[in-house]
């Protein structure tokens, strides 16, 4: 159970153009995905946190902007990278966690396997 | 938001058990200690969390100590398969938003 999948996996476009990512918890509800941005022998970093029905809290140097958030239902959230540039290349990250499962901080966030993102 | 704290890089041999330390120690009351591990190229596995009592699964087992500003994930009996990147984050819930900080992860290399 609690499995999250993220599409596509691997993407590369011309600089300029938009990217859709989706996730999707598949087999329950998540009342809040992150997502996350991964260089190369980095750690993840949190781009933004997405919560269903109500706008995403981007962390600090994030352009909301720039990384559109969009968390219409329980079960799916979208990050599209506008007009992508070669800086923009990287691995991204969701995760969701399942809602009504007792105090927040006790939920798992369960990972999708990630987006490679590649900016010609 | 709490940071942690770990080694870069940890060898250990097959079959034995690994101990992986993690410091926080600005973590906060409310605030769970959540291990969790990458193999390259592929998102985090949820491995194990806890809040002040050291739990055990399947996986691994967790010790905070008592102060909770540091823990220790084990992994009883080694396997190749567990050569990967152990990430320790703080992850609670204050004024109204998740807080979720991700540390610097300890490249964990099993050796046969």
């Known amino acids: 159970g609690a499995v999250v999948s993220q599409h596509p996996s691997w993407v590369i476009c011309k600089s300029g153009t938009s990217v859709k990512i989706e996730c999707r918890s598949l087999?329950?509800?998540?009342?809040?995905m992150f997502w996350y941005r991964q260089f190369p022998k980095q750690s993840l970093m949190l781009m933004a946190t997405?919560?269903?029905?109500?706008?995403?809290?981007?962390e600090q140097g994030v352009e909301k902007d720039k990384f559109l958030i969009n968390h219409a239902s329980l079960t799916l959230s979208t990050l599209t990278v506008t007009s992508a540039h070669p800086e923009d290349s990287s691995f991204y990250i969701c995760?969701?966690?399942?809602?009504?499962?007792?105090?927040?901080?006790?939920?798992?966030?369960?990972f999708g396997d990630g987006t490679r993102l590649s900016i010609l | 938001d709490a940071k942690t704290t770990q080694p870069t890089s940890m060898d250990c041999a097959e079959g034995r058990a690994a101990n992986l330390p993690c410091n926080h120690s600005?973590?906060?009351?409310?605030?769970?200690v959540y291990w969790y591990r990458q193999i390259h190229s592929q998102g985090p596995q949820y491995i194990i969390h806890?809040?002040?009592n050291n739990e055990t699964n399947e996986m691994a087992s967790l010790i905070i100590t008592e102060d909770r500003k540091s823990s220790t994930l084990i992994l009883p009996h080694a396997t190749l398969r567990d050569t990967a990147v152990y990430y320790c984050?703080?992850?609670?819930?204050?004024?109204?938003?998740?807080?979720?900080?991700f540390g610097t992860g300890t490249k964990l290399q099993v050796i046969p």
């Open positions: 995760s969701a966690s399942e809602a009504g499962k007792g105090a927040i901080g006790n939920q798992p966030q369960h």
């Open positions: 087999d329950f509800q998540a009342t809040t």
């Open positions: 997405s919560n269903e029905g109500s706008k995403a809290t981007y």
């Open positions: 600005t973590i906060s009351g409310n605030e769970y």
């Open positions: 806890g809040l002040k």
């Open positions: 984050i703080v992850r609670g819930y204050s004024g109204g938003y998740q807080k979720v900080t």
